[in-house]
């Protein structure tokens, strides 16, 4: 698998060294959102080598794209799933690097972050899939023994105790037998409080903005009625709650369930509307005996969100125009969460050195200040809207000058805005 990595990346490198050569501009011939979406769609459908041959594209072409911190990631997520660790811990570490502040972080999974500490710490990661299976089964092998003897030394220790205190009581006083007697009744009666908790859809998504629910069911295995105090904990911004689900109005703190029955409820909760696409918080449940508060049992979840991801590219035909050139400025949005994004309001902001035209696509609206305004009624996961601007370079534009404009993304449904710099074009001689 590496030695097919090493091929791709060295036949995109030669690729880019006969164009630069031969006096084409090879940015001006591929668009890295187009290849972006290329790269995210094949990492939808598995195809993961697909899925690193065109973000490796992007990165080669386009180092400076506004999508570097996505290409990252998702080179990240196909180099683990392709079997080549040592690549997705490398660039996992770079997207940490680079992106300390990325409110993306929290979408990272567990064992990615765990590479990329293996990494750190000078450890080599070996992508042969077959030596990797094999560690695997060795490792298990090795664990079932360790259990194994784990549990013998467990049975003996309890044997040799058990004899112990067979024997101390035989040898103590009828009033220390009294007080053994009594914490042992009171040892089996924990034992004997036995509550199963169950979550339903744990780990479902949840739309941001929107509230969601979890079935639960609390299950006293017990021999014997108990009565429970029940705490459901997030974060404060989640609003979570405990209702049952015959009087959903009503919060529930504490139950009281006879042996075999069953509690069937619900946890409530609001997804808010600024988190990302696959935004992951932790949720707790517990139950604590009414009686012996140390008796407890913890179910732990996930909520995680699900909202649409909306990225920006802006640019001119060209990287480089000449002063009173006419030429198209295209801005592409694309969608890339597992929402339909919708009710998109697009402020384009041209950079000073341009003078607005036309733009043949869609209706807008043009502001005092130059701002054209475009409405985007939808855009499904994965797909991308384009919105094209006839322009012209102003012919006082000086020799050096970096065109460089502003965009912002109203998301009428999410109540947020996002703002995007453009790619910048350079003014050079006619």
Do not use: C, W
Request: net charge positive; charged share 30%.
């Amino acid at each position: 698998m590496r030695f097919i990595t090493v091929l791709i990346r060295a036949a995109i490198l030669g690729l880019i060294a006969m164009l630069l050569g031969s006096g084409f501009v090879y940015a001006s011939e591929i668009d890295d959102a187009t290849v972006f979406v290329e790269a995210f769609n094949a990492f939808q459908k598995k195809d993961y080598l697909l899925a690193l041959e065109k973000t490796s594209q992007i990165n080669q072409v386009f180092p400076d794209s506004p999508l570097r911190d996505l290409t990252l990631l998702l080179i990240a997520r196909s180099s683990i799933k392709s079997g080549d660790n040592q690549l997705a811990a490398i660039t996992i570490n770079k997207f940490m690097d680079e992106f300390s502040d990325s409110a993306l972080k929290s979408t990272i999974e567990e064992e990615l972050l765990a590479l990329g500490s293996r990494l750190k710490k000078g450890e080599s990661l070996q992508p042969n899939k077959q030596l990797q299976e094999a560690a695997l089964k060795i490792k298990n092998d090795r664990l079932l023994l360790e259990r194994a003897a784990a549990l013998k030394l467990e049975q003996e220790k309890l044997a040799k105790e058990k004899a112990e205190r067979e024997r101390l009581a035989f040898e103590k006083a009828e009033s220390e037998r009294r007080e053994r007697e009594r914490l042992a009744a009171e040892k089996a009666e924990k034992e004997s409080i036995k509550t199963v908790i169950t979550l339903l859809d744990s780990g479902s998504y949840v739309a941001a903005g929107q509230n969601g629910n979890m079935p639960i069911e609390i299950s006293n295995r017990g021999k014997s009625s108990q009565e429970f105090l029940v705490e459901v904990s997030a974060a404060p911004e989640y609003a979570v709650s405990l209702v049952s689900a015959g009087k959903p109005d009503e919060t529930v703190a504490q139950i009281k369930l006879a042996a075999g029955k069953t509690f069937n409820g619900k946890v409530l909760f609001r997804m808010p509307a600024d988190k990302v696409d696959g935004h992951r918080a932790s949720l707790t449940i517990k139950t604590i005996s009414s009686k012996f508060s140390d008796v407890i049992q913890v179910k732990n979840t996930h909520l995680v969100a699900s909202a649409p991801l909306v990225r920006v590219v802006a640019k001119l035909a060209k990287p480089q125009v000449a002063p009173g050139e006419q030429l198209r400025y295209r801005v592409t949005v694309l969608n890339i969460g597992s929402q339909a994004a919708q009710d998109l309001t697009v402020r384009v902001q041209l950079p000073p050195q341009l003078d607005f035209m036309n733009s043949p696509d869609l209706k807008f609206q043009k502001e005092q200040d130059g701002t054209l305004v475009f409405r985007v009624e939808r855009i499904e996961t994965g797909k991308l809207a384009e919105i094209s601007l006839d322009v012209k370079v102003r012919g006082n534009s000086r020799i050096g000058e970096e065109l460089r404009g502003r965009i912002e993304v109203l998301d009428g449904q999410l109540h947020r805005k996002d703002i995007f710099t453009t790619s910048a074009s350079v003014v050079q001689p006619k």
